[in-house]
């Protein structure tokens, strides 16, 4: 039997009513916030999206590069929108402020290290914490 209606590539799951939801949520905040905080955005909005929709919606949009994610010190993984190009966080532990910053030393540090073990094909991530000045105050 064929079919005449388009199908979407896996790697672009089709936009439910659930994942737009998802997406106009991310796009109303700037700085990372839990899947938990996002469903609870969703329902002081009036949007009927489960938690575990959240979640798997989040996942997906992380492996799509369409959000970035952050692992907090305690292991959360929080979300937001962000830059397409490769950089790094600053995070102030206690407000959560998220600076966006490049280290070229820490990328050449990287290729070297995997070049002296053999390594190809590697990526990397790096959150440092620290207090903000506004809360240093």
Do not use: N
Request: a negative charge; one cysteine or more.
């Amino acid at each position: 039997m064929t079919s005449t209606e388009p199908t979407q590539p896996e790697s672009q799951p089709r936009p439910t009513r659930q994942r737009l939801a998802v997406a106009k949520a991310l796009d109303s905040f700037e700085g990372f916030r839990s899947a938990q905080q996002i469903h609870a955005l969703l329902t002081e909005s009036g949007e009927q999206v489960g938690l575990a929709t959240v979640y798997r919606s989040l996942q997906r949009m992380a492996e799509a590069d369409e959000v970035d994610t952050l692992r907090t010190e305690e292991g959360e993984v929080t979300y937001r929108r962000c830059s397409d190009s490769h950089h790094h966080h600053l995070v102030c532990r206690s407000c959560g402020a998220t600076v966006e910053i490049e280290g070229p030393t820490v990328e050449r540090w990287t290729e070297k290290v995997s070049r002296e073990h053999g390594f190809s094909d590697v990526s990397h991530t790096l959150e440092i914490f620290g207090t903000c000045a506004t809360c240093a105050r």
